[in-house]
T-cell receptor
Framework: ETGVTQSPTHLIKTRGQQVTLRCSSQ?????VSWYQQALGQGPQFIFQ???????GRGNFPPRFSGLQFPNYSSELNVNALELDDSALYLC?????????????FGPGTRLTVL | AQSVTQPDIHITVSEGASLELRCNYS??????LFWYVQSPGQGLQLLLK??????LVQGIKGFEAEFKRSQSSFNLRKPSVHWSDAAEYFC??????????FGAGTTVTVRA
C-alpha cells in the first residue's frame, strides 16, 4: 500500500508568481485535505476535496485554489504569491465513507517565496 | 470558533522519565480531539484521538491522553520516554476527523 506522496519536495518562487503543488492520495482514499504550516506554527486547514468537489474551506483567500482528479490525486494552486505564503504545505488523504476516518499525511512541500 | 493552545513551546525530558504535554481547546460542541507527532522531514502521524466514550484514550507508541471536559483539556502522557520520542507534538480539535485546528506545537527534546 503506497502512502501519501507530494511533489515537489522543495520549491522556490518569487513574489507574484503562481505555483502548483501535487498530492497523490493513499490507495483507496477519496478525500484530500490541504494544510499550510508556517515555520514554528501548527498546520492551518486550507480546504478539502471529496470526490472531486470542494468540501469545506478554511480562512484562505480565493487565490488559493485546488483540484481533485478522478483518481483522487489533488493539486493546490496559489496565484500571486506573497512572502507570507512561504510555508510547508501538507496534504492528507482519507476514506470519507469509513467509520474510522484517520487522515494520513504526506511529507509536505516546502515553498519559499522570495 | 475552534482553537487549541499548547502552553509549552519546548520541553526537555530525560530518557526513561515521564512526559506530559498540555493542550487546552476551545470548541462550542463535543469536539474531536487529536494528538499528532511530526519528526523532521516527516509528515504528521496520528498518535491518538478522542470523540466519545472513555475519556482516557490509548494510542500508539505507548502514549495516552485524557479528555477533561470541565477543564477543556486533552493532555498527552507517556510513562517512560525513549530517545526516539524526540519530535514536535501537535494537539488538534475539529468537528470531525477533518477541518482540524492545530495548536502551535510542543517540541520535545530527550536527553540521555
Amino acid at each position: 500500500e503506497t502512502g501519501v506522496t507530494q511533489s515537489p519536495t522543495h520549491l522556490i518562487k518569487t513574489r507574484g508568481q503562481q505555483v502548483t503543488l501535487r498530492c497523490s492520495s493513499q490507495s483507496g482514499h477519496n478525500t484530500v485535505s490541504w494544510y499550510q504550516q508556517a515555520l514554528g506554527q501548527g498546520p492551518q486547514f486550507i480546504f478539502q476535496y471529496y470526490r472531486e468537489e470542494e468540501n469545506g474551506r478554511g480562512n484562505f483567500p480565493p487565490r488559493f485554489s485546488g483540484l481533485q482528479f478522478p483518481n483522487y490525486s489533488s493539486e493546490l494552486n496559489v496565484n500571486a504569491l506573497e512572502l507570507d505564503d512561504s510555508a510547508l504545505y501538507l496534504c492528507a488523504s482519507s476514506e470519507w465513507d469509513r467509520a474510522n476516518n484517520e487522515q494520513f499525511f504526506g511529507p509536505g512541500t516546502r515553498l519559499t517565496v522570495l | 470558533a475552534q482553537s487549541v493552545t499548547q502552553p509549552d513551546i519546548h520541553i526537555t525530558v530525560s530518557e526513561g522519565a515521564s512526559l506530559e504535554l498540555r493542550c487546552n481547546y476551545s470548541y462550542g460542541a463535543t469536539p474531536y480531539l487529536f494528538w499528532y507527532v511530526q519528526s523532521p522531514g516527516q509528515g504528521l502521524q496520528l498518535l491518538l484521538k478522542y470523540f466519545s466514550g472513555d475519556t482516557l484514550v490509548q494510542g500508539i507508541k505507548g502514549f495516552e491522553a485524557e479528555f477533561k471536559r470541565s477543564q477543556s483539556s486533552f493532555n498527552l502522557r507517556k510513562p517512560s520516554v525513549h530517545w526516539s520520542d524526540a519530535a514536535e507534538y501537535f494537539c488538534a480539535v475539529g468537528p470531525n476527523d477533518y477541518k482540524l485546528s492545530f495548536g502551535a506545537g510542543t517540541t520535545v527534546t530527550v536527553r540521555a
